[in-house]
């Protein structure tokens, strides 16, 4: 854990809840990673970061080429090493939820990943649907999405073609970086098809890794995760949205052996690091449809 760059307290700001919009903060319930917080509303039970970084400020940090191939030095890091190092075991995490999907009938017509960083998801997908497309900010991962043969879009929904629909709209690991969340969903409802799935997954919050961890939890990613959700507050704010149907997935998840043993301090032959270890629940998923005509 690191925290290097000096914070402007120009660049902090204060936010009411990003769910419910209600600023009241439980006294007591925050984690301190100085000049951030992380505290939970007693309104909605969501836990997010307060201060934080102003959205501007933090658009600036994701813009910095550096921040894709290893996380940002502007807060703190846990080290867990670039998405490449990760690739094998994303694969297979990937790979795992492709076919969860599939066994549910949440595959087929065409999906939209937000968020697809080099594209492994869309690989894993690619045979279950008639079309795979992916958006991302950064420009070197939509390249290798093109490259792969797929249809990529710099930047973030506002940059998709209007009249596109999507059967199913995927986003992992993305909804805890946003600044607001229900316009985040109802701009992508806009490109959902009337029967599709929008699909949100996530690190779980108060999940038993959560507990076992507390402050050292690696999914207290500072500054840029500004909202952590459980099941609970997750489908809470796709209901907000306007869901008629939420169903909650597990997120079993593969880490390079490697990288877990190094969180622990101790190291690992090259060889061995790669490893792939299973662990349950360090992330889950909600899929929610939104029928005609509701708001
Ligand atoms: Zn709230």
């Known amino acids: 854990m690191k925290n290097s760059s000096p914070i402007p307290p120009d660049s902090l700001?204060?936010?009411?809840?990003?769910?419910?919009?209600?600023?009241?903060p439980h006294?007591?319930?925050?984690?301190?990673?100085?000049?951030?917080?992380?505290?939970?509303?007693?309104?909605?039970?969501?836990?997010y970061l307060s201060p934080r970084l102003r959205e501007e400020e933090m658009l600036k940090v994701y813009a910095d080429p550096h921040y894709f191939q290893g996380g940002s030095d502007y807060g703190y890091s846990h080290q867990q090493g670039s998405y490449v190092?990760?690739?094998?075991?994303?694969?297979?995490?990937?790979?795992?939820?492709?076919?969860?999907?599939?066994?549910?009938?949440?595959?087929?017509?065409?999906?939209?990943?937000?968020?697809?960083?080099?594209?492994?998801?869309?690989?894993?997908?690619a045979p279950f649907f008639d079309s795979v497309t992916g958006t991302d900010f950064d420009a070197t991962a939509i390249a290798q999405v093109q490259k792969l043969g797929y249809q990529g879009i710099h930047g973030g929904a506002q940059n998709l073609p209007a009249s596109q629909l999507y059967q199913v709209i995927l986003a992992t690991g993305v909804i805890?970086?946003?600044?607001?969340?229900?316009?985040?969903?109802?701009?992508?409802?806009?490109?959902?098809?009337?029967?599709?799935?929008?699909?949100?997954?996530?690190?779980?919050?108060?999940?038993?890794?959560?507990k076992l961890q507390g402050q050292q939890w690696p999914s207290f990613k500072i500054p840029e995760h500004i909202s952590y959700y459980d099941q609970k507050t997750l489908t809470d704010l796709f209901q907000?949205?306007?869901?008629?149907?939420?169903?909650?997935?597990?997120?079993?998840?593969?880490?390079?052996?490697?990288?877990?043993?190094?969180?622990?301090?101790?190291?690992?032959?090259?060889?061995?690091?790669?490893?792939?270890?299973?662990?349950?629940?360090?992330?889950?998923?909600?899929?929610?449809?939104?029928?005609?005509?509701?708001?």
């Open 176 to 210: 805890e970086h946003v600044y607001h969340p229900l316009a985040f969903i109802q701009q992508l409802r806009q490109h959902l098809h009337a029967e599709g799935w929008l699909i949100l997954a996530t690190p779980q919050m108060n999940s038993v890794w959560f």
């Open 13 to 24: 700001e204060y936010p009411t809840c990003p769910l419910c919009g209600v600023d009241k």
């Open 240 to 295: 907000r949205a306007g869901a008629t149907h939420t169903v909650t997935l597990p997120y079993p998840h593969a880490f390079p052996l490697g990288m877990i043993i190094k969180q622990l301090g101790l190291s690992l032959p090259k060889w061995l690091a790669k490893y792939p270890v299973w662990l349950p629940a360090t992330m889950f998923a909600v899929a929610a449809r939104f029928e005609m005509g509701s708001s």
């Open 27 to 47: 006294p007591r319930k925050r984690f301190a990673f100085p000049p951030f917080g992380v505290i939970q509303c007693t309104q909605c039970q969501l836990w």
């Open 85 to 125: 190092d990760q690739e094998h075991s994303l694969r297979l995490t990937f790979n795992k939820f492709i076919r969860q999907l599939q066994r549910r009938g949440m595959t087929g017509g065409h999906l939209l990943e937000v968020g697809c960083g080099y594209g492994f998801l869309l690989q894993a997908a």
